[in-house]
């Protein structure tokens, strides 16, 4: 089974970047290029909800409406990692960001199709 462990998180003012690395399981031989990479948020008292998704390869991406043209999925197969880059942030993405693997064959919002999760690491855009 594929571990994962998000990093990057932090306290920025609005307007400010982050980088949030996934990094799959060094102690175990699975490799991440054998899954699609999926990005999700949870904010207080809200359901999880779709951020991005990314192919096996990097060909395909998908992105919630409120991140579109800000945030940005990128994977680095040969080390095994997956990225989410955030510009131009909002205090409406204050949120804990999970990554999540999906074995299936194209990309999906819907978070049950995931089987593996992060644990998260929390975003919080100050105004």
């Known amino acids: 089974q594929v571990q994962l462990a998000e990093s990057g998180g932090g306290l920025v003012q609005a307007g400010d970047s982050l980088n949030l690395t996934c990094a799959a399981s060094s102690r175990a031989f699975i490799q991440l290029i054998d899954y699609n990479v999926g990005w999700f948020r949870q904010a207080p008292g809200r359901e999880r909800e779709f951020v991005a998704a990314i192919s096996r390869w990097g060909g395909s991406t998908d992105y919630a409406d409120p991140v579109k043209g800000r945030f940005t999925a990128t994977r680095d197969n040969a080390k095994n990692l997956a990225y989410l880059q955030m510009n131009s942030l909002r205090p409406e993405d204050t949120a804990v960001y999970h990554c999540?693997?999906?074995?299936?064959?194209?990309?999906?919002?819907?978070?049950?199709?995931?089987?593996?999760w992060g644990q998260g690491t929390q975003v919080t855009v100050s105004s």
């Open positions: 999540a693997v999906d074995d299936g064959p194209w990309l999906t919002k819907d978070p049950r199709e995931y089987d593996t």
